[in-house]
C-alpha cells in the first residue's frame, strides 16, 4: 500500500482539463511544500513535472500545473493531448530524509 | 544532458543479495554536488524511494528497507550502487537509478533517470 493516495483513474476528452488528486497526511504533504509529479508512459522511465508544488522543469508545457490545499496536492492538465495518456505518480517529502510516493493514476485521453 | 544506465544480474535466488551499479556519463557524478537516488517499480505497481546518496558518502535509506540496503558511489568510475540484501519474491521490480533535478537537496525531486533494469528474485 503506498504512502500516498491517489485515484486508480482519471480521463478527459481532447482540449479538456483534467485534475488528479493525491492525499497525503499532515506529516508529508501537510507539512511540506516538497510535492512532485511524474508522467510516465508505459515501458518507458519517470519524468518530471512538477516540483515544490507548483513549479515546472525546463521544457515542461505550462499546460500542467500543481497545487496543494492542507493534506492534498493536485496536478492539473490543461488542454488535454493524446500523449498525455499515460500513469502520473505523485511524491513528498515525509521528512527524516525520506520521500514516498503515491500508487499512481492511470490517465485516459478519450 | 547527464545520462544514467544501470546494469546487473536480472535474476537473484531467493535470500541472496541483490546488486547493481548506475554509470553516469554525460557529467561527472561529483560535479554540482547532486544527490544520486535508487528507485523501483514492481510490475504494475507504483514507485517505491530506495535511497540516495551524495558524493562525499552520505546516505538516506526508505525506513522500511534501512535494515537490507547499502548505497555507495564510486567516483573515480562515476559510478554508484545498490546492494539489497535478504532478498524475496516481493523485491521483484525494475529499479530505477536518477539524479536530483536540484543541488544540494532531493526537495525538487528527480529530473534524470535510468531507462531500468528488470530484477526478478527466483529460484
Known amino acids: 500500500q503506498s504512502a500516498l493516495t491517489q485515484p486508480p483513474s482519471a480521463s478527459g476528452s481532447p482540449g479538456q482539463s483534467v485534475t488528479i488528486s493525491c492525499t497525503g497526511t499532515s506529516s508529508d504533504v501537510g507539512d511540506y511544500n516538497y510535492v512532485s509529479w511524474y508522467q510516465q508512459h508505459p515501458g518507458k522511465a519517470p519524468k518530471l513535472m512538477v516540483y515544490e508544488v507548483t513549479k515546472r522543469p525546463s521544457g515542461v508545457p505550462d499546460r500542467f500545473s500543481g497545487s496543494k490545499s492542507g493534506n492534498t496536492a493536485s496536478l492539473t492538465v490543461s488542454g488535454l493531448q493524446a500523449d498525455d495518456e499515460a500513469d502520473y505518480y505523485c511524491s513528498s517529502y515525509a521528512g527524516n530524509y525520506n520521500w514516498v510516493f503515491g500508487g499512481g493514476t492511470k490517465l485516459t485521453v478519450l | 544532458q547527464v545520462q544514467l544506465q544501470e546494469s546487473g544480474p536480472g535474476l537473484v535466488k531467493p535470500s541472496q543479495t541483490l546488486s547493481l551499479i548506475c554509470t553516469v556519463s554525460?557529467?561527472?557524478?561529483?560535479?554540482?554536488?547532486?544527490?544520486w537516488s535508487w528507485i523501483r517499480q514492481p510490475a504494475g505497481k507504483g514507485l517505491e524511494w530506495i535511497g540516495r546518496i551524495y558524493p562525499n558518502g552520505e546516505t538516506n535509506y526508505n525506513p522500511s528497507l534501512k535494515s537490507r540496503v547499502t548505497i555507495s558511489i564510486d567516483t573515480s568510475n562515476n559510478q554508484f550502487s545498490l546492494k539489497l540484501s535478504s532478498v524475496t519474491a516481493a523485491d521483484t521490480a525494475v529499479y530505477y537509478c536518477g539524479k536530483d533535478l536540484l543541488s544540494g537537496t532531493s526537495q525538487g525531486g528527480i529530473a534524470n533517470w535510468g531507462q531500468g533494469t528488470l530484477v526478478t528474485v527466483s529460484s
Open positions: 554525460g557529467g561527472s557524478i561529483t560535479s554540482g554536488g547532486y544527490y
